[in-house]
């Protein structure tokens, strides 16, 4: 977690922190490190450059600073480039290795994706038959997938790896994904929820339409509905 105290700073003190932290987040160094991004805070006004391939990094990049203590708002000038036409098998195939990205219970890395007219084809490796269920059901909730074939093969049993304190995920890295992964789901996409993350424990509020799109807010673990 980041812990900035920005009150007794002066203006271009607070805006280098910003910078930095930004830079330093969970979110930039993982899912947007391949993307040239730049920060640039003036004031606490932060302005975002730099070009994506795909609009939820765009968003992303956005809500992880809007999170970031001392910002006071966030200009997004991101640029997509290159992005392939929406509902195309190439975007369908980004949309699924970003949701599986978001979620900490599968690994997208050691999950091979195929998509052919709708049809999503995953080969790889699971660490369990639980993983392999779960990465199952996050493609098929992908808006656009119209079925899903899980090739993936399950790994031996192996102890969980224990995060070190230079992977643990600051609060406004936690809160991005979170507002990425509800808006990625066809079951909480159209959710308005605002969400908070303190010391690792977040906190969705706003209204919704049944019980079930409450449930499927919670699926994260330690995560409270207001």
Do not use: C
Not at 61 to 83: C, F, H, M, R
Request: net charge neutral.
């Amino acid at each position: 977690m980041l812990v900035l105290t920005t009150a007794t700073l002066p203006a271009s003190e607070t805006d280098d922190r910003i910078e930095a932290a930004a830079k330093s987040s969970y979110v930039f160094k993982t899912f947007l490190k391949e993307d040239p991004i730049t920060t640039s805070s003036k004031d606490g006004a932060v302005t975002l450059t730099g070009t994506v391939k795909d609009a939820d990094h765009k968003q992303l990049a956005q809500d992880t600073v809007a999170e970031l203590p001392g910002v006071k708002s966030v200009e997004n000038k991101i640029e997509i480039k290159d992005s392939p036409p929406e509902h195309s098998d190439t975007w369908l195939f980004l949309k699924v290795k970003n949701t599986l990205a978001f979620h900490r219970s599968v690994s997208a890395m050691n999950t091979t994706v195929a998509v052919n007219q709708g049809v999503a084809t995953l080969t790889g490796e699971a660490s369990s038959e639980a993983q392999k269920e779960l990465t199952t059901a996050y493609t098929a909730d992908v808006e656009g997938i119209t079925s899903v074939k899980n090739e993936m093969t399950v790994a031996a049993a192996t102890p969980a790896p224990v995060l070190s304190l230079a992977v643990m995920i600051d609060d406004a890295s936690i809160s991005a994904q979170v507002r990425g992964a509800l808006f990625m789901h066809r079951s909480t996409s159209a959710f308005k929820t605002s969400v908070s993350t303190t010391d690792g424990v977040v906190t969705v509020g706003g209204s919704a339409k049944n019980t079930a799109k409450r449930i499927s807010s919670r699926r994260s673990p330690r995560t409270s509905t207001a």
